[in-house]
């Protein structure tokens, strides 16, 4: 089969690209001796999840219960659910998954720690804890300082209950201008405190996470930190180009449309919309841009209904006939994966693999 074979809308993984950007990151993450738990919320798919485990991974990092047990078929050595997990149903089935892998969760409250410590101890196993602090997205996370220790300290004497270190992620740096390599900066200085404080008081973490695909080239310069859990990586799209960690050449997925209507002048409407593409504007620009059109940079990807997506091709200076197949690298990739049944691989014009995306949907 070849990419022309392809019914539309499709995302298209050029498999020359994510195998470079795949081992991009593990030679990085080797070199700079980092424990690498890629965060697979990006592709959802344990195929993808065993090729970051054989290029050294030390294991996987998911969001969700339904992800996790998804992402055992990968059969990874650890999986770190990187979202504070809340609610016995929950809690229960990753207790369950723990008789076959270790199990880990990032939490920022000592009730979710209780939680943790009853549905290891019914289970009859024990669970990871790191504890999630603040390092400026305040988002999730306790303060570092005295708060970040007193519920270190409490964690860690919960039956069923291995603390294994802390956790942030920087999601607050959207640039690589001097602006959020400043901020690069401050997050190191701030984790450089933030862990000596804990050792000052008797708390030596063995794991120290966090990492981005923005911030991943800069992750050595947080010298505290000894694990990254990188996810956009494996494929990038126009959001990382944007922030510039990567080129338009680093972008591995697309997403191949067709025209159907050229009715209205000055316009090409393509079959996919926000059921296809996810409404994300851009994270690092006010310009209202849904995707990159492949080829026609001058066509503006300005509008989109459920299942029609609208380019002004005023610019372009081409002819767009119906039919012809458009290729759009997404503003957020991670989001357009959840939206589709299959991703399709391909080395040049031939698809050599089709995954099924067995994580889409599973928000529990
Ligand atoms: C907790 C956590 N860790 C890691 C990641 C991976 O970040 P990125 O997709 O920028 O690589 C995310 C992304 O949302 C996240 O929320």
Redesign the pocket.
């Known amino acids: 089969m070849t990419i022309h074979d392809l019914d539309t809308p499709a995302i298209v993984v050029d498999l020359d690209i994510m195998e470079r950007n795949l081992r991009q990151m593990s030679d990085y993450a080797a070199a700079h001796r980092l424990r690498l738990r ?2 697979t ?2 592709h959802k798919i344990p195929a993808l999840g065993r090729r970051q485990i054989a290029l050294g991974a030390a294991g996987l ?1 998911v ?1 969700k219960p339904g992800e996790a047990e998804v992402m055992m078929a990968a059969e990874p050595a650890e999986i770190l659910v ?2 504070p997990t809340i609610g016995a149903r929950k809690l229960e089935r990753l207790a369950k998954l723990a008789h076959g892998t270790r199990i880990s969760i ?1 939490i920022d409250s000592l009730e979710c720690a209780h939680q943790i410590s009853a549905a290891a101890q019914a289970e009859g196993v024990t669970l990871g804890v790191l504890v999630e602090f603040d390092a400026g997205l305040h ?1 999730v996370g306790v303060r570092p300082g005295a708060e970040l220790q007193g519920l270190v300290q409490a964690v860690a004497q919960l039956p069923g209950i291995d603390w294994e270190g802390i ?1 942030f ?1 920087p ?1 607050h740096i959207k640039s690589l201008d001097e602006t959020g390599l400043a901020a690069i900066r401050a997050a190191g200085a701030l984790l450089e405190e933030t862990v000596s404080d804990l050792k000052s008081h008797g708390l030596i973490p063995r794991i120290v996470s ?7 080239a800069h992750s050595h310069t947080l010298t505290a930190m000894n694990e990254i ?5 494996i494929f990038n799209d126009k959001n990382s180009v944007g922030i510039g960690s990567c080129a338009w050449s680093d972008c591995a997925a697309s997403i191949l449309t067709t025209v159907v209507s050229t009715a209205v002048s000055s316009q090409a409407i393509i079959d996919g919309g926000s059921k296809t593409f996810s409404s994300d504007r851009l994270v690092w620009s006010s310009e209202v841009s849904f995707g990159e059109v492949v080829g026609y940079p001058t066509a503006v990807f300005h509008k989109m209904m459920e299942e029609h997506g609208f380019l002004d091709i005023t610019r372009t200076g081409h002819t767009f006939h119906l039919g012809d197949r458009v290729r759009i690298i997404p503003n957020h990739i ?1 989001v357009a994966v959840n939206l589709h049944e299959r991703l399709y691989g391909v080395r040049g014009e031939q698809v050599e693999e089709i995954w099924e995306v067995a994580g889409r949907g599973k928000l529990q």
């Open positions: 890629p965060h919320k990006t990092s969001a990187a979202y990032a988002r956790s992620y999601g966090g990492g981005s695909t923005p911030t991943w859990r990188p996810g956009t990586y991670c």
